[in-house]
């Protein structure tokens, strides 16, 4: 990036800052007789001095005006110029909001794009919060400076300069008096702005630094709570935001004060000219409309001035908060932007031998991690790195993810320093311990590295094509990424696929190897489709449907079920799922708002329940709150049986004690609402509190036909209700194919209908679709919704599933338990048999099934060879081996 904001503003917007340079320097004849304009209505149209009338206008005897009549004209020809002068400034200042935001849209991105080749070792020493605001708020003056940076003095200044020649030329004591304080005020007032800006750039490092404590108070919430730090951190904030006070009261206190010396000197002309100019006007030197033009020109005046101090205070602010932010993101080690924008001419081959030469790298402080190593890794093989420090700092060498001080690497006779990431990105793969996952969906995170470029154009109906190149047009003016991000990157070829359809068979084997097939298959199972896009599928889960009923039937498990029937009430199924018979899609129809709904209240009168499910609502808050007022928050009946959680329970306590049991009817429709929305969670057969007899079951069948044949018109779709034959949209696949609840208290139910239910999926072949399915699920902020394992299974899923010719693991299966860690051990050697894969491990005798091992001690190679003959040899390696 240019060192020099004007350099940048000149290379990337000379175009438009020359437009905007004409227009300014356009509209200064006419704003010249603007100024003029009311000389010549005071003198000539209302006093009509040097004019005699009738007016001949054209001297042609055609356009005869009176006095009235000219001085009409005059007004108009004063609205005019006013028309003209603000239509300059609205081209003016829409070319410059233009400029502006399409050169802050560029410095964001190339800070962004200059972010992405930052080199590792700089996020251990910047953080989230130095760098977000940087990009997202502190180059927004930037952005707006831009604009004005040369169109603003320009136009400013030469306003200035008409109205300063429009005074002298009236008279040269008055436009004298004008600009008479002017340079007390460029000398003082830019000089203290410049303590203000001073005070400016400490808050906004207090502001970061405010910022990073929030983003590391975040991420490490469960340490606060678990060591009771809260008091402390709330401490150290309550410090910092001190400070930022303090620096913004003192920044008032200056702002305030040259905004007086301002208004004070700006008010100090009019005084001038009524006092100079009234003097002359009544010695006879001066006429009245001169006065008046030049009180109303000296009106004018404040403006532009105005304007040019607040430029010269913006310049320097923007000039510094560039110069600050571009040293800020030139850190040593930045790649060249070609390192990610250059593809080569012909595909680069990385499947051959490692070779690797006197490589040296250091720390931050200069000590050695890998210390003058040289050796050979052979074509194919797989190769385990065991010993102490060092050994992830290599496997990062040899992905490129990092650089070495000294020395060379060559892959396949490849010089590894010379490879753009447009190569090594797509040829080797790394991940580590602690590999991240990205807020999207799974499936997403999964093809990540097999989407370099768009290589599919996705097809656009003529208006949204339209908007599409206007948008892509703008961006490229821009200097954004011309990229179209709807199109379809995905490289099926990388992933040995030639079709998607293909593409989910190569990802189903990538998710056996790193043993997550089974749990994207659940989590598919949990998650929906809809019916009217996949018709088919919808069909095929209907299909499972009657398939899983008839095992049960045959497997004499039909009682662990209790299905769903029109005519039937389901125990083991919410006192809400029975009333509506189906699955909300709508919050309005979700159990805890069920008991504010107008229709929903208005089916309970209908069958005479409403009241009832307030005296029900009554009762189950009294047992619930005396059986469990006594438990401590996680025990494991507030999950098993209670449907008011620990958190709430102190409130129906509360509520208990206004509420009477005769006067339910009484209390405030907040407190009612809260107690009707009980019984809704009631499930009869798990929670056996008596209530809910037999006639009041068949109230609510009653209350299930109204609730559907009177569902208002705006509702329609807001509940999927349950048909045997048909797919219920918006319940899971697991529901779907279920149909019903599991029956309970049946003993290990949920077992057996597991495994039923699994075989059924298997017959009925639908586990590649359910997995197609789980690639939907949205994994949440770094993951969060998967556990520690399955974020790592991902991650190995994501590197096998683009066959790298070298796959480098740094202990990514350190989440894993023992006998999971050596399955998938198992599965990704004989996976990589015919490719390279080089694994630092932390057990020595996990070294058994590879080609080759190397012991690094200190950045040094102290051994290497086969796992055989190192057990075998005296050294380093046999130490490892020894249990502690």
Known sequence: MEKNLYRFILKHSLQQQVIITVLSMASFIPYYYYLSMPKAIVNQGIQGKDISYPLDLFGLGFFSLDNTDYLLLLCFGFLGLVLVQQA???????????????????????????????????????????????????????????????????????????????????????????????????????????????????????????????????????????????????????????????????????????????????????????????????????????VVAAVSAHKEMAAPWKELLNHYQNREDAKQKYDQIITQFEPEGLRPPEYQAVEPETPVDLRGPISIAAVTLHDDQDNPVIDNLTVTLPWPARVAVVGGHGRDELLQLLARTIDPDRGKILINEQNLGELPETVTGRRLSYIGSAAHIFNMSLGENLFLGLQHRPLREVKREAEARRRYERELGEAIASGNSPYDPDADWVDYAAAGADAPTALTARAIEALKVAAFDEEVVQLGMRGSIDPERHPDLAQRILNARRAFRTELTNG?????????????????????????????RDVVYQEDNLARDPH????????????????????????????????????????????????????????????????????????????????????????????????????????????????????????????????????????????????????????????????????????????????????????????????????????????????MLSEATAALDPRSHAAMMRDILDARKDAGLVWSLQRAADCE????????????????????????????????????
């Open 600 to 807: 929903v209240l208005s089916v309970l009168d209908a069958v005479g329940l409403r009241a009832r499910f307030l005296e029900i609502g009554y009762e189950v808050a009294s047992t619930m709150v005396e059986l469990f007022a006594d438990l401590p928050p996680d025990h494991e009946f507030f999950q098993q049986f209670s449907f008011i959680s620990s958190d709430d329970l102190p409130d129906y306590k509360d509520l208990l004690v206004r509420a009477r049991p005769g006067d339910l009817d009484q209390l405030p429709d907040t407190d009612r609402a809260r107690l009707m929305s009980l019984p809704f969670k009631l499930v009869l057969a798990r929670h056996r509190l008596g209530h809910f007899d037999e006639a009041e079951r068949a109230a609510i069948l009653k209350a299930r036909s109204i609730f559907s044949s009177t569902l208002p018109p705006e509702r329609a779709g807001s509940v999927a209700f349950f048909d045997p034959e048909h797919f219920t949209a918006g319940s899971s696949i697991v529901d779907n194919i279920l149909f019903g609840r599991v029956a309970y208290g049946q003993a290990q139910a949920q077992e057996k209908i597991g495994r039923v239910m699994a075989d059924v999926v298997a017959q009925m072949e639908l586990r590649e679709p359910i997995i197609e399915v789980g690639f939907s699920f949205e994994v949440g902020i770094a993951g969060a919704r998967l556990g520690a394992a399955q974020r790592q299974k991902l991650a190995i899923a994501r590197s096998i599933i683009k066959r790298p010719d070298w796959l």
């Open 88 to 290: 300059f400034k609205y081209a003016i200042n829409f070319f410059q909001g233009v400029t502006s935001e399409r050169m802050l849209r560029r410095l964001r991105y190339d800070l962004y794009a200059q972010m992405l080749r930052f080199p590792l070792p700089t996020f251990r020493r910047t953080s989230q919060g130095e760098i977000i605001p940087m990009v997202v708020a502190e180059v927004e003056p930037i952005g707006g400076f831009i604009g004005e940076s040369f169109a603003l003095p320009i136009f400013q200044g030469g306003m200035l300069l008409v109205i300063f020649s429009f005074l002298m030329i009236q008279n040269p004591l008055m436009g004298l008096a004008a600009v008479a304080l002017y340079p007390i005020q460029f000398y003082f007032v830019p000089r203290m702005q410049a303590k203000v800006r001073a005070l400016g750039r400490e808050r906004i490092r207090n502001q970061r630094r405010l910022a990073d404590r929030i983003g590391e108070t975040v991420s490490g919430m469960y340490e606060v709570h678990t060591h009771d730090y809260s008091a402390r951190m709330q401490a150290e904030f309550t410090r910092r935001l001190g400070i930022s006070y303090w620096i913004r009261v003192e920044i008032f206190q200056r702002k305030f004060m040259i905004k007086f010396l301002n208004n004070f000197i700006q008010q100090l002309g009019p005084f001038f000219f009524y006092s100079i100019g009234g003097y002359l006007a009544i010695r006879g030197h001066l006429d009245v409309g001169t």
């Open 849 to 884: 099934g590879f080609d080759l091992v190397l012991v690094i001690e200190d950045g040094r190679l102290v051994q290497s060879g086969k796992y055989a003959d190192l057990c075998d040899r005296q050294g380093r390696f046999q130490q490892l081996l020894a249990p502690a």
């Open 556 to 584: 004499a498990l039909a009682d662990l079920v209790e299905s769903w029937d029109p005519k039937q009430y389901n125990s083991n199924a919410t006192v809400a799922e029975n009333l509506m018979f189906g699955t909300a």
